[in-house]
T-cell receptor, first 109, second 113 residues
Framework: RKEVEQDPGPFNVPEGATVAFNCTYS??????FFWYRQDCRKEPKLLMS???SGNEDGRFTAQLNRASQYISLLIRDSKLSDSATYIC??????????FGAGTILRVKS | DVKVTQSSRYLVKRTGEKVFLECVQD?????MFWYRQDPGLGLRLIYF???????EKGDIPEGYSVSREKKERFSLILESASTNQTSMYLC????????????FGEGSRLTVL
């Protein structure tokens, strides 16, 4: 079983749609959680950290469920510019970061 | 803005050649990393360094070595390139906090023929 698993997609959605991604992790000792975004032919960039109580940044909401060992990312009112690969990252300790393979999102007009 | 700069965006090398990939960061970060990214596999850690001259193996160090002589610079070396090292190589840096953001360079796409 992979340490961090994501549905690879692609998710093809119309503009204005709400889309949700899930990510499961295998190590219950995982400490920190992140969502990174990677545009085509670009480097990954931090989208948001995921906190235990859940957190929101504009149209983006991240949730953590430690009991079930998954994190989620919800994007509301999708824009064309949201098209990218969304990568789940889990930190076990210190500099031990484990990356999911990423989920491709395509928003179409 | 934090900047992580990788010396080469695209390289084509022959099997057996020695390859140097250089990375420089300008934010005085303690931690620097080399990853490779392959389709369907996500980013995999090759090596990381938490201080000058200090290094630790990541998940896939075989066939690679690294050098960190100055805080801002972290080099990845392929002593004898092989075709299975054809990949996208990403350098990253991070401050010393447990939840610090990773800042990536633009990547170096290496093709080994």
């Amino acid at each position: 079983r992979k340490e961090v698993e994501q549905d690879p997609g692609p998710f093809n959605v119309p503009e204005g749609a709400t889309v949700a991604f899930n990510c499961t992790y295998s190590n219950s000792a995982s400490q920190s959680f992140f969502w990174y975004r990677q545009d085509c032919r670009k480097e990954p960039k931090l989208l948001m950290s995921v906190y235990s109580s859940g957190n929101e940044d504009g149209r983006f909401t991240a949730q953590l469920n430690r009991a079930s060992q998954y994190i989620s990312l919800l994007i509301r009112d999708s824009k064309l510019s949201d098209s990218a690969t969304y990568i789940c990252v889990v930190s076990l300790y210190g500099n031990k970061l484990v990356f999911g393979a990423g989920t491709i999102l395509r928003v179409k007009s | 803005d934090v900047k992580v700069t990788q010396s080469s965006r695209y390289l084509v090398k022959r099997t057996g050649e020695k390859v140097f990939l250089e990375c420089v960061q300008d934010m005085d970060h303690e931690n620097m990393f080399w990853y490779r990214q392959d389709p369907g596999l996500g980013l995999r850690l090759i090596y990381f360094s938490y201080d000058v001259k200090m290094k630790e193996k990541g998940d896939i160090p075989e066939g690679y070595s690294v050098s960190r002589e100055k805080k801002e610079r972290f080099s990845l070396i392929l002593e004898s390139a092989s075709t299975n090292q054809t990949s996208m190589y990403l350098c990253a840096s991070r401050a010393g906090t447990p939840t610090g953001e990773l800042f990536f360079g633009e990547g170096s796409r290496l093709t080994v023929l």
